[in-house]
């Protein structure tokens, strides 16, 4: 039997890198899945190549920011499986923080910094206003939320990105204390840098690369490994951490280098 055999997982964020294979790996592992995104051609794509290979999942469109359509995901898997086992808050707005210019607090742009708080804090804590009911029905869950090493120290870039994460590094705290008793555990990965195993090596990297105690970038599936583990049974005992993903980036002290990778 399979380590997720019967549970129902919700996965935000879906149609990403880290989204899609952690969705795979969640029905891999048994689960029956419910996708959700913004992004509803290459959803549906995921899901239905999910579906090609006898896995149960489902896409729902969805924007993290509203409260009408967050509950209409989780009604969604209800009604479609049952309730709510796991909830894999993945979505972010990663490429908002590139895009729109989020550096320091002196040339801050407060609609980007409102955004990005409603994508990165809002709709994670709407995700689990809505499902910790259903897993408190069904006995417990397991809430995974998708934090950021920025969040852990400063800098002088990514500022209104930082802070929303540090929001759900605290919201993760908050729900693991409040849950745990009904049976509800939740943890956050803090990611360093994570890429697609295929993608070309960028010299942009390698400074990051140095400092990294394994010698390489992240990739989605090593998230996907954590989530998994952390949804499962193997975890009951890990609540309420912020567990850095980021290949030892946070581990040393600024002064080291990894030669190795250099």
Request: proline share 3%; hydrophobic share 45%.
């Amino acid at each position: 039997m399979k380590e997720l055999e019967g549970k129902v997982a919700i996965v935000t964020g879906a149609a990403g890198n880290i989204g899609s294979v952690t969705a795979a790996a969640l029905a891999e592992a048994g689960a029956k899945v419910v996708l959700t995104d913004v992004a509803e051609q290459r959803l549906k794509e995921i899901a239905s190549g999910l579906q090609s290979q006898g896995f149960e999942a489902i896409a729902v469109v969805a924007d993290i920011m509203s409260e009408e359509q967050v509950k209409a995901v989780i009604d969604a898997a209800i009604s479609t499986y049952g309730g709510v086992d796991i909830l894999d808050n993945n979505a972010g707005g990663t490429m908002l923080t590139v895009t729109e210019g989020d550096r320091d607090v002196t040339t801050m742009n407060v609609e980007l910094w409102d955004k990005l708080m409603a994508v990165n804090l809002r709709g994670p804590m709407l995700f689990c206003k809505y499902c910790v009911p259903s897993m408190v029905a069904r006995g417990g869950g397991s809430i995974i939320n998708i934090s950021s090493g920025t969040s852990l120290a400063g800098n002088d870039a990514n500022t209104a990105y930082a802070c929303s994460k540090g929001g759900l590094n605290t919201l993760t705290k908050y729900v693991a204390t409040a849950h745990g008793s009904q049976g509800v555990r939740c943890n956050a990965l803090a990611l360093g840098i994570v890429v697609p195993e295929d993608m070309p090596p960028m010299d942009a990297l390698k400074p990051y690369v140095a400092h990294k105690l394994v010698g390489r970038t992240g990739y989605p599936s090593d998230i996907a490994n954590m989530v998994v583990f952390l949804a499962s049974g193997r975890s009951a005992f890990i609540t309420g951490q912020v567990i850095s993903v980021d290949g030892g980036f946070f581990a040393h002290q600024p002064t080291f280098t990894n030669k190795v990778a250099e």
